[in-house]
């Protein structure tokens, strides 16, 4: 398979790195040096575009990339109050893209879990939710993607929960704090406190490796495919064996 990469950070040099133990071609890599290449035939010619750029660019890296009919896997996140557009567009067949605020397996999995735990915990109201992220310093946006994600599948579980915030004690908020040290890859723990115990579901990133095969993963399944889609239909395809 043809792959374009736009962005070339550490992400995007993992992700290089996977793709081509994979037997994949990297034809194209993009970053903040030579912008103009996305223009170019070789851009063109690749089957799945993978970006993991910044808030500000995402949602222009998408729009050129659907001009020149290349699929796209995304992993950005803080840009996805336009995400109404890009859904409108790939239903109108004008672009493809997958998106998701974490390619990890793991966390993916974690995900699942998280709903699970809300479900079980709507009957148990002596518990109140809470959530915490830790990232690297590099990281821009705060509550992390992944977080959000977190917050919204306690949200659509658990009746006593409405919105979530990283401000409001208010008791029908489910309050996210976020930190920023080092180099932590990424941390989600979620919460659920009485006055007798603690229960947590904690998910631990060691490296960005888990992340880039996961979006090589998604790529390899997105070629020849149109419209939205997230890493939920990608889960949902290997747990039904395609």
């Not at 081509?20 to 070789?42: A, F, M, T, Y």
């Not at 998701?100 to 518990?127: C, P, Q, W």
């Amino acid at each position: 398979m043809k792959l374009a990469l736009i962005g070339y950070g550490k992400m995007g040099h993992a992700i290089e790195r996977i793709a081509k133990q994979r037997g994949h071609e990297i034809v194209c890599i993009i970053d903040e040096k030579n912008l103009s290449d996305i223009d170019s035939p070789e851009f063109a010619s690749a089957d799945v575009a993978i970006e993991f750029t910044t808030p500000e660019t995402a949602y222009g890296n998408y729009l050129r990339a659907f001009t020149k009919g290349v699929r796209v896997v995304s992993g950005t996140t803080g840009w996805t109050s336009r995400l109404p557009d890009i859904k409108r567009m790939c239903d109108e067949s004008r672009g493809t893209l997958l998106y998701s605020s974490n390619f990890s397996v793991g966390v993916n999995i974690f995900f699942a879990l998280n709903k699970y735990l809300a479900r079980l915990m709507n009957h148990f109201t002596e518990y109140d939710v809470n959530m915490t992220e830790i990232h690297h310093i590099h990281k821009l946006d705060h509550p992390s993607g992944t977080a959000i994600t977190l917050a919204n599948g306690v949200i659509d579980n658990l009746d006593r929960k409405k919105r979530w915030s990283e401000d409001s004690d208010a008791a029908d908020v489910l309050k996210i704090a976020h930190e920023r040290k080092g180099e932590v890859p990424g941390t989600h723990i979620v919460n659920y406190v009485s006055d007798i115990d603690r229960i947590s579901i904690t998910h631990e990133a060691f490296s960005r490796e888990g992340f880039a095969l996961g979006a090589v993963v998604a790529a390899e399944w997105l070629k020849g495919k149109n419209g939205f889609f997230s890493m939920d239909d990608v889960m949902g395809a290997i747990l039904a064996g395609e």
